[in-house]
T-cell receptor, first 115, second 112 residues
Framework: GAVVSQHPSWVICKSGTSVKIECRSL??????MFWYRQFPKQSLMLMAT?????????EQGVEKDKFLINHASLTLSTLTVTSAHPEDSSFYIC???????????FGDGTRLSIL | GEDVEQSLFLSVREGDSSVINCTYT??????LYWYKQEPGAGLQLLTY?????DMKQDQRLTVLLNKKDKHLSLRIADTQTGDSAIYFC????????????FGTGTQLKVEL
């Protein structure tokens, strides 16, 4: 089945640091990738949608200068949390799909803790 | 706007059937999905159903869709302790740019 790899799985860093999270589709071409944020005991909140080779489309209320998304190839998208602060601590999950009607497949998530 | 609701918690005994319910409001849904999330992990796709179907069965999983009532359910037969997790329904609707709208999630606890 379709596999999406997300890295790192857990990161702890100091306030003010920028953190990059990678999302890779291992066995299919991901024309579209999605980035979600999940708070404890809550559902997933879509942050942005990225199509390969295009600028990401951000959801309302998500700061694009804070959460930089790059989708430069059909197998890799990155999310960079710039100048992270404690309120950015969360579980970030990516998903990917190809250009057919197949479902989104999710990575295992990245737990980000900002001290 | 879209709104997907689920009950928050369900507890069943091992070996019993579990039924997790989901209601949605967008009548233009195309696909409806069930995902499973274990603690600290991402989402695992369990099954999905196209909106013109009423039922789909896949081994222990049965999905029922009532379009008139905008109600989706997931039945897990012979529930095992390994089924304990949070279950999310999600809808994908026309004009949504392939985005998914997730339900609030149902925590399933399977007791011995």
């Amino acid at each position: 089945g379709a596999v999406v790899s997300q890295h790192p799985s857990w990161v702890i860093c100091k306030s003010g640091t920028s953190v990059k999270i990678e999302c890779r589709s291992l066995d299919f071409q991901a024309t579209t990738m999605f980035w979600y944020r999940q708070f404890p005991k809550q559902s997933l909140m879509l942050m942005a949608t990225s199509n390969e080779g295009s600028k990401a489309t951000y959801e309302q209320g998500v700061e694009k200068d804070k959460f930089l998304i790059n989708h430069a190839s059909l197998t890799l998208s990155t999310l960079t949390v710039t100048s992270a602060h404690p309120e950015d601590s969360s579980f970030y999950i990516c998903s990917a799909r190809d250009n057919s009607n197949q479902p989104q497949h999710f990575g295992d998530g990245t737990r980000l803790s900002i001290l | 706007g879209e709104d997907v609701e689920q009950s928050l918690f369900l507890s069943v005994r091992e070996g019993d059937s579990s039924v997790i319910n989901c209601t949605y409001t967008d009548s233009s849904s195309t696909y409806l999905y069930w995902y499973k999330q274990e603690p600290g992990a991402g989402l695992q796709l369990l099954t999905y159903i196209f909106s013109n179907m009423d039922m789909k069965q896949d081994q222990r999983l049965t999905v029922l869709l009532n379009k008139k009532d905008k109600h989706l359910s997931l039945r897990i037969a012979d529930t095992q302790t390994g089924d304990s997790a949070i279950y999310f329904c999600a809808e994908r609707f026309t004009g949504g740019g392939n985005k998914l709208t997730f339900g609030t999630g149902t925590q399933l606890k399977v007791e011995l």
